[in-house]
């Protein structure tokens, strides 16, 4: 036994046994789940659910059935996968703001725009819509290939056959391995107005198409802000993005003042979560336009935003909040699906619309063949019942005296099996009915009908023709002037983008901006006294910069690095608690120190200093940084990092350094540039000795330092006077000895 089991193993690869195994896996979650068939626009699931409720008649005239019936039905004779698959998918087709046209009809809980789930499926009931019923038209006339289910118990469809533009008209999303698929919802009378373009001219291009059909037709609504050339672009190739606005509007209350109403949001944005971002970007005072938002929806949406002031003009407010939420969102759109070949592949729309109508015409075709079937047994049957007929009274003679009469009348009557069999199931009471006018009436309606439908199968024209009759019926029952054919997304092509300064309207007020040694920032209201700060902070922390500032002044902060990083005031934490921290709030690196912390004026100068000496004299407007990573102003490094950042103020620079030297020198000695190292400022002979502190003064009001005890002026200060990047003399007597100047 042991030997015939070791014959039987088969020696193979990791690598090649993985590759092989995955590869299979991708194909199947690329082709069996996740990605919609061009020609009905349904993923498997969503088929198999559709054709299990035609099967258990759950069309729109009859009543609803438990959701918990269809799943199960559908896990057992169709996808053998787990409930909630099923019934996730189930809940999608009935949300009317999921789907464009709901291809099922649900009563009970089947969640809602704010996010909330459904209801478990034994409480939820639903049926089909007129939509499902329009994709499922002709399945039953052999108008599709059907395969064996998983245990080949049953069959069902390979496709769904109906004229119906299901994927364009419902769109679709989903995530394979290695690639995905989005596609937007469209409205079907202009889909319908397009395939009839492509019909009558399969050459027409990308532009003609989209004239039709003005981009995507989202069931939420919203606004299309893209110009026609980008639709176009997108559409040809199959991928792109779309820009989708809220709708909103103004609403004038007493006394001047205005509030603005969203009804309708992007497609695919949670309400709840919508309105959850924007409460905590107006907290943060990321929002300085807006002062409350409040949401006020019931079976619509309504969201009511109010103005910070009512000077505010609505259109500024709303561009702000279009550029910091979800307000305005980016749809990005591809075209990924399983075409006609069984393939996976990115279409452009074009491609889309003409394998959907060569699917319309092979269903035609296999329809009309079904038919002329039909029709040819049926005028076998009424060949034999004419005869039946015309010899009533021999035929039941034959019938009841012959030992096999169904020989005898094939015999007699020269009449074929089928004939036969048709006369001998024919019922007594059903004889006396047959009219000859009639039968003849029947048959010669059926010989025109066998005539029209040979002609139709010999020429492309009349397929065409009844291709465009079909699309025409569609657009009918979903005309525009209709409740659900009413396009609900608008195309208003933005040809101005309205610039928007937010600074302008962030209300003025005095702050005390507190930074600590470990990075921790806030900002107080109104000025303090610099002098009895009474504030608190985290254990082993204190305080390292207090300086005032107003709500609308730019903070900037000088690292160590030598990159200067830029906070707006009004975005400050409060001083109720610690603040927060620096390194959130900028890309600031964890061993990086905080030198310098000012209020920014972009007309003034600053002097840089680094650890040894080094430094030069920068633009304030040089010092503003755009970004969370900050400026490169001075190119410092670990041995020689940035120390200082002072205001130049004055005529005459002071330096002290750890060599226990004071150096005082002209300002105008300082060169002025964007970005560099420097120059030596003050020399030092020995690595260890380091700048402690440098102050600017004008040389007309003398030189002096400041201590506890008050301000202590030199009646001398030239024998400090030397040439920049000299050492100095030795610090004066009374010299604090921390080596700083003082405040």
Known sequence: ???????????????DALSSRYLSYAVSTIVSRALPDVR???????????????????????AFRKCATVVGDVLGHYHPHGDSSVYDAMVRLAQDFSVRYPL???QGNFGNIDGDPQA????????????????????????????????????????????????????????AVGMATNIPTHNVAEVCDALTLMVDKPESGTAQIMKKMIGPDFPTGGILVDDFETIVKNYDTGKGAFRIRARWTVEELDRGGYQVVITEIPYGIIKSKLVEQIGELVDAKKLPLVDDIVDESTTDVRIVI?????????????????????????????????DSNGAPRVMGIRDVLTEFIAHQKNVLCRRSRWRLGNIERRLEILGGLLVVYLNLDRVIEIIRN?????????????????????????????????????IKREDAALRKEREDLNALLADTEIQNNQIKAWFADIKKQFDKKTALGRRRTTWEAQTEEIVVNAEEFIEKEPLTVILSTMGWIRAAKGHMDLNSLDVKFKEGDELQFAFHAMSTDKINLFGSSGRMFTLTANDLPSARGFGESVRMMADIGAEENIVGAFVL????????????????????????????????????????????????????????????????FATNEIPEMVRGKGVILQKYNAERTYVLDVM????????????????????????????????????????????KFGK
């Not at 626009?41 to 005239?61: A, C, T």
């Not at 759109?333 to 399983?338: A, E, G, L, P």
């Not at 400041?706 to 004066?732: C, E, F, M, N, Y």
């Open 1 to 15: 036994m042991t030997k015939e089991i070791q014959e039987r193993i088969d020696s193979q690869q990791l690598a």
């Open 40 to 62: 009905d626009g349904l993923k498997p699931v969503h088929r198999r659910i559709l054709y299990s409720m035609l099967r258990q008649k759950l069309s729109p005239n009859a």
């Open 104 to 106: 099922i009809d649900g």
């Open 120 to 175: 478990a499926y034994r409480y939820t009931e639903s049926k089909m819509t007129e939509a499902a019923m329009m994709i499922m038209e002709g399945i039953d006339e052999d108008s599709v290939d059907m395969m064996p289910n998983f245990d080949g118990t049953t069959v069902e469809p390979v496709v769904m056959p109906g004229a119906f533009p299901n994927l364009l008209a419902n769109g679709g999303m989903g995530i």
């Open 306 to 338: 109010t103005p910070k002031s009512r000077n505010v003009p609505a259109d500024k407010m709303m561009a702000h909040l279009f550029a910091m939420t979800d307000l305005e969102y980016r749809f990005n759109m591809n075209f990924n699906v399983i």
């Open 402 to 438: 012959e030992d096999d009469p169904k020989a005898v009348l094939m015999a007699e009557f020269n009449l074929t099996e089928v004939q036969v069999e048709s006369i001998l199931n024919t019922r007594l009471r059903a004889l006396r009915k047959l009219e000859e006018m009639e």
């Open 601 to 664: 004026d972009t007309a003034a100068r600053y002097l840089v200093v680094s650890r040894h000496g080094n430094g030069f004299i920068v633009l304030g407007e040089n010092c503003l940084a755009q970004t969370r990573n900050g400026k490169q102003v001075m190119n410092a490094d670990d041995k020689n990092p940035a120390a200082f950042c002072v205001r130049v103020n004055g005529d005459m620079v002071a330096m002290s350094g750890s060599n226990d030297k004071l150096l005082i």
């Open 696 to 739: 600017f003064f004008d040389a007309a009001d003398g030189f002096g330092w400041t201590t506890g005890r008050g301000t202590t002026k030199l009646d001398d200060w030239t024998p400090w006077v030397a040439k920049r990047a000299s050492q100095g003399h030795t610090i004066p007597v009374g010299f604090p000895r921390s080596g």
